[in-house]
């Protein structure tokens, strides 16, 4: 089974995104999407940003965790 983490946009320069991931930064690739700000979230898979998400969407992704 693949898990995704949801994170959030600190800074974006040159295709690569540094994310928050619940208190872990890295830097990830933010590539396959277009129109990504600071402050956005976005599902992580394999260090690569898949798909921009809502606030909404991080808590329920945060609270699922958080159970298993």
């Known amino acids: ?3 995704g ?3 959030r946009v600190l800074n974006i320069k040159n295709g690569i ?3 928050d991931a619940s208190g872990a930064k890295r830097e990830i690739s933010a590539e396959l ?3 990504l700000d600071p402050g956005d979230y ?3 898979h394999a260090g690569i940003a898949i798909a921009k998400i809502t ?3 991080k808590a329920e992704t945060d609270a ?3 159970a298993l």
């Open 1 to 3: 089974m693949c898990v």
């Open 5 to 7: 983490l949801a994170a």
């Open 17 to 19: 995104a540094l994310v």
């Open 33 to 35: 999407l277009d129109e």
């Open 42 to 44: 976005v599902m992580v």
């Open 55 to 57: 606030n909404d969407d």
């Open 64 to 66: 699922i965790m958080e």
